[in-house]
Structures are given as C-alpha cells and as structure tokens.
C-alpha cells in the first residue's frame, strides 16, 4: 500500500469518523423534544459540578496531613473535620457523577432504541434485489455491532473524553497555581508522549480490529448459512466439510484475535511506562521541595494525590478511545446499511390504491434483473374481474418474474402494470400489497404457534376468524388432533410441519388476509401428487370471487382455469383455454404431452 492510498484510506475514515458524529448529534439534541434537551444540559452541568469537587479535594487532603504533623497551625476545622470535609467531597463527586448517569440514561436509550427501530424499518423497506444478495449473519452482525456502538459513543464520547480533557486542564492549573511552572511543564510532557502514544498504537489497533471484525462476521455468517441449509448438508453427509469450513473461518479469527491481544499488552506496558515516570519525576521534585523546606508534606501529599487523579483515567483513555474508534467503525458500517437506497419508493404524496373490481392488466411489460439481460420483452396480458389465469411455460420464461413485478418487488423497465387502470407506480406500496394475496411454493412460517402463523394474514383477527380460515384451508382437523392444537410450535421455518401442512397454514394466513386478487406462484410444485391434490381443493375455495393469477409448472393443476397464458423466452406465445391450446397443437400441447409421458412413465 503506497502512502498516498494509506493517506486516503485514513482521510476517509475520518471523514466517516465525523459523519457518524454528525449523524448522531440529532439524537442528543433533537428540535422536536425539549425535554431531551434539558436532560443532556442537566447532565453536563452535573459533570462540571462533579468535576470542580474532584479537582479540589487533593487540596482539604493536603490540610489535613499539614495540620497533623504540625507545618502549620490549627486551622477552624481541626484534622478530624478536615478528613471529614475530604471524605464529603470524594462522596459528592461521586455521587454527581451518579445522578448524571441517572438523568442521562433515558436519553441514551431514546437514541439507542430510535436507532435500532430505524435500521429495523429501513432494512424492511429496501428491496428485494439487496435482500437476494444480503448475507444474513453478516446483516445481523453490522446491526448487533452498530446499535451497541451507539450505546458505548453517547456514554463515554459525552463522559469519558471530555471530562477528562477538562480534568487534566484543572490540575494543570492548580499545579501551576501552588507549585510552579515546572510541574505543568512535567505533567503537560507526560500527558502529550501519553495521549501521542495511545492513539498512535490504537490506530494501529483499530485495523486489527476490524480485521478480527472481518472474520468475527465471515466465521458468523458460514455457521449461520450452515444451520439454515440444516437438512441439505445432512442429505449430503457434509457434517464434517462443514466443520472443517467453520473451523477455518474460526482459525482466522484466531489469528487476527491474537494480534489484537498482543498488540493490547504493548499498549498497556508502553502507558504504564510513561505514567510511571512522570509520577516518579513529580515525586522526585516534590521530595526535594520537602527537604529544601519550600514545600510541606501536605504538599508533597496533594502532588501524589494529583498525579493518582490524572493517572486513573489516562490509564482508561487507551481503553475509551480504541472502543470509540471501534464503535465509530461499527456505527459507520450501520449508517452505511441505512444510506443503502431503495430501488422501489412511493412516489410523493401517492394515494392508497382502490380496488372496485380487481381488473389486473400487463401492458407491454419489459424487465430484466440485469441490463444485459432482459427477462420479459414486451409481454400484455388482461386478467379481468374474478377471473382465473395460468401463467406456463419452462423454467426461465418469466413466470415468476410477472409475479414479483405484481407485487412490485421491482418497477418494470418499460410499460406499465394497473389494478383497475391504476398504474401500481402511482399508488402506495402498502396499498398495492394489501390488495394481493400470496401463496408462495414454499411456505415460511415463523418460528410460533400455529395460531400466530395464521394470524399473521391480518393483524387483530379473532379466534373465530382463524378458525375459519383454517377451516376454509382444510386444515383446522389437523390441527384440532394435535394435542397443544393452535398452540403447537412449528419450530425455525416451520420444519416441523410437513410440506402439506406448511402450505395449509400458508393459504390458511392469506384467507385470513382475504385479499380481492390472489397470486398463486407454483403454490404446490413441491409437493407430492396426493398432497397437491388435497391441496388444490383448498386453493379453488381460497379463488372463489377473487381475481386469480396462478403461476404453475405441473400443467395438470391449471387445466380448468378460465384462460391459459404460455409464455417462452420472456414473451406470450400463446393464450386460451386448456382445450383450445391442445386443439392447437403448439407449444402448450408440446409441454402438456411431455408432462402426461413423464408421469405414465413415472407410475
């Protein structure tokens, strides 16, 4: 790396540095809410308070010593009141600091939970195409690290650096008040080698961190990528390729976790050093003062008092500023997830749509995931008021395609999609997916009850109403002979459903939803002959009075749809009623043999 790249590199992070501060300035100080306000000043006025005790209690500490062993007379308070008035003070500064926390805490945790909500909705409301390509451990990762870097910045950015700037500015004054200039010149020296010393090594630190960070998230997202694919590796026997994936993802983090180790015990023993020898050259001066007779044990004392008073928390700024240079990493990584922009966004002040009938038309759609490489190229087709349509065709034709278009997990590149001649750019996200419901080919479901997984269709639906959406999905008999009914878990996934079941309880929750258009996306291809036959009972009552769109593979599920559109390469071919295409002799009946030969041949 040339010095220009590493001058670059370091410019950027300190501009990130100084974003990140900015970005979360708004949440200690925000217009809309006086009372943080108030708060964060009464915390700071309490801070300076605490201070000013903590600065002035070496000096009741040196009267007192004075006073015992005689270097000057009796002062009012005697020694006893004067131990007292220190031991007072020493409980006041620390008692402020206390009730600072106190006051502070609530603001500190408006800003955390703030936050967190707001990377939650963001990560939520970004599209589909980063949700495709997002790691999910590493995801969970950034978050985890970003909200608990918050937390540690408003805590010790506010409490640590700067009361302890403030701090070393007041002994510096006081030392140079009753002393003289060679004192602050000795404790000015050793303050800078020790700041120089600590942030140099903790840069240095700071990108072992994020290295050991790096692999943290790598090792994270492999063990979590394995847990999720649970049942493919053990199709594969691939328990031990495993293993040993995660072990080596384990050993670099091994690695970079050492470095951070040995690197952390070369800071401390270089602080240690430099503290040490500053305390032992202001000692040295203030026994000489002692012995000279200029000074008095009581001063000698005050000095030593002093000098323990600046070395505690210089001792915690190596510890203070790699965590917050650490946290102003992590917060950066999470500011950067929520500059992360969205591909689909309502457009300003667009109205809910309005469904009257549920007339759903694609005219001259054209797309592609990638540029390059256009999916649909130019494709009409009308699906009128309660009618039911089959999109068919082989894998990579676009069938899936027109159905996450729909929905409008992405705009289209060029026509346009209406809902009863409204185009779906024009109205409300929320409205567009209020209106369609969706069964999927494989049914996720939450790691709950059953009961929760149904309701989930519509937030606030009674017992009855899930019921009978259960009932309406021909399920609620099954479940009824489970022995903790409505109550069962259906554990990560719903893995400890069947696949049958799974989609029953996935109609079941868009029943519950009772959607005008219903989009059936291969809703029972991976599903077994009989279990799609029951199942195909339960998606005709779930298409009763509704608009119906059916993506579907097996042929044999569509054939009494009301219309069939064939689709190949991205464009329609063909379209009419199951009967009128065989009649055809084209590409539907081309399909729909192979698929007859294939089943004869498998029975």
């Known amino acids: 790396m040339t010095d220009q790249t590493a001058a670059a590199i370091a410019a950027e992070e300190r501009r990130s540095g100084l974003r990140t501060i900015r970005k979360v300035g708004p949440y200690l100080w925000p217009e809309s809410h006086p ?30 010593v004075d006073t015992l062993s005689g270097d000057v007379s009796d002062l009012m308070l005697g020694a006893v009141g004067l131990t007292v008035a220190y031991g007072m003070a020493r409980l006041l500064s620390t008692g402020f600091q206390q009730l600072r926390d106190a006051v502070f805490a609530k603001v500190g945790q408006r800003a955390l939970r703030q936050l967190a909500l707001e990377t939650f909705t963001h990560i939520h409301a970004l599209s589909l195409r ?64 020790y700041v120089w010393f600590t942030f140099a090594v903790t840069e240095w630190r700071v990108k072992l961190r994020r290295e050991m960070n790096k692999q943290d998230t790598d090792a994270n997202q492999k063990a979590i990528d394995s847990l999720l694919n649970f049942e493919t590796v053990k199709y594969f026997g691939a328990e031990t390729r495993e293993a040993a994936r995660y072990d080596r993802a384990m050993a670099n983090y091994e690695t970079a976790a050492i470095k951070t180790a040995t690197s952390l015990a070369f800071l401390n023993f270089g602080q240690a050093l430099i503290i040490t020898s500053g305390l032992v050259a202001v000692m040295v001066m203030a026994a000489l003062g002692v012995q000279n007779g200029t000074l008095t044990v009581g001063d000698f004392v005050m000095v030593n008092a002093y000098m323990i008073q600046i070395t505690m928390p210089l001792n915690f700024l190596g510890t203070v500023y790699r965590e917050i240079r650490q946290a102003l990493v992590d917060m950066g990584e999470m ?5 992360q922009p969205r591909d689909v966004t309502d457009r300003p002040g667009a109205p809910d749509l309005t469904v009257s009938g549920g007339v759903v038309a694609f005219e001259d759609i054209s797309f592609g995931y990638d540029a390059a490489r256009p999916i649909l190229k130019g494709v009409t087709i009308r699906v009128g008021a309660g009618e039911s349509v089959a999109l068919v065709g082989p894998s990579g034709s676009g069938k899936s395609t027109i159905g996450r278009l729909l929905f409008r997990f992405y705009d289209v590149g060029g026509g346009r999609i209406t809902i009863d001649g409204q185009d779906i750019r024009d109205v409300t996200q929320e409205s567009v997916h209020a209106a369609i419901g969706v069964v999927p080919q494989d049914t996720v479901l939450f790691n709950d009850t059953i009961r929760y997984n149904i309701a989930y269709g519509r937030d606030g639906a009674t ?55 219903l989009l059936l996306d291969e809703a029972t291809s991976a599903l077994d002959t009989e279990t799609e036959a029951s199942i195909q009972d339960a998606l005709k009552r779930a298409g009763e009075g509704r608009t119906v769109i059916t993506i579907a593979h097996r042929l044999s599920t569509i054939a009494d ?20 295409l065989l009649a055809r002799a084209g590409r539907y009946a081309a399909l729909w043999a192979r698929q007859q030969a294939e089943r004869e041949e498998a029975a």
């Open 335 to 339: 500011f950067d997830l929520l500059e």
């Open 130 to 193: 980063y949700h495709i390509t997002r790691k999910t451990g590493g995801l969970s990762r950034i978050i985890e690290r970003g909200v608990k870097g918050v937390d540690f910045l408003l805590r010790f950015l506010i409490f640590s650096i700067g009361p302890l700037a403030l701090e070393l500015i007041l002994v510096g004054a006081v030392l140079f008040w009753l002393f003289d200039i060679w004192y602050l010149l000795v404790v000015g020296a050793v303050i800078g080698a």
């Open 463 to 517: 017992e009855d109403e899930i019921v009978a959406a259960a009932r309406a999905a021909q399920i609620h008999d099954f479940i009824a002979s489970l022995p903790e009914g409505y109550d069962t878990q259906v554990g990560e996934r719903g893995l400890k459903l069947s696949g049958g079941e799974k989609q029953r309880v996935g109609i079941a929750r868009t029943l519950l939803k009772d959607p005008p258009i």
């Open 35 to 64: 009372w943080v306000k108030q708060r964060v000043s009464i915390a700071l006025a309490l801070l300076l308070l605490s201070k000013l005790i903590a600065v002035g209690t070496p000096i009741l500490y040196k009267a007192a």
């Open 561 to 580: 749809a009301d219309r069939i559109v064939v689709l190949q390469d991205g464009q329609v071919v063909e379209e009419g009623r199951h009967d009128d």
